[in-house]
């Protein structure tokens, strides 16, 4: 049996090692803490708004279902005379919609590996996430995605934070 060719044995490390596990932690985290704004997304509705909003707002979609929220908050806080408050949601709010994109770009797009080979022949490969429905961007490298992971970590702090300084608000007099 011959050798394994470089290009084999670079494939082979997409699948196993400290490659993979580096992606693997990388894209875990991702899921993990965007999960955490999917959940504010219902808390904000549930916590804020008529009671039966929340069963019809299960059904939306994550970029819905903030709109939903952040309606929900702007009305609730105009009327508490909090705004503030309200200004930091709405960058809260934007800043959640902007990393809904990078998400989906990472989460609905495969693992690739990019062989290049120069004029002389020279091979180089270049490793990230294939962008399928745009085939000429770059790919998305580990980095953009762990640099993705720390500023949502940030957004799921900020998220816990907001959350709990707006339910000590009494919104019994309001809308």
Not at 26 to 45: N, V
Not at 60 to 72: G, M, N, P, S, Y
Not at 81 to 101: I, M
């Amino acid at each position: 049996m011959s050798e394994p060719t470089e290009l084999g044995q670079t494939v082979a490390s997409l699948h196993e090692g400290p490659t993979i596990t580096r992606w693997i932690l990388a894209l875990g985290r991702m899921t993990y803490h965007f999960g955490r704004l999917e959940w504010c997304s219902y808390k904000a509705i549930e916590l804020f708004s008529r009671d039966d909003l929340i069963d019809w707002a299960r059904n939306l979609q994550f970029k819905a279902r903030t709109e939903l929220a952040r309606e929900v908050l702007r009305t609730r806080l105009k009327a508490a005379a909090h705004k503030d408050l309200l200004h930091r949601w709405e960058k809260f709010f934007q800043e959640s919609l902007e990393a809904a994109a990078d998400r989906n770009g990472y989460a609905h797009n495969p693992l690739m590996l990019a062989v290049f080979m120069d004029d002389a022949g020279d091979v180089s490969y270049k490793q990230g996430i294939a962008p399928m429905k745009h085939p000429l961007r770059p790919l998305f490298s580990i980095e953009e995605v762990e640099a993705s992971n720390s500023r949502l970590e940030g957004l799921a702090e900020r998220m816990t934070e907001l959350l709990q300084t707006t339910s000590r608000i009494d919104f019994s007099n309001g809308p």
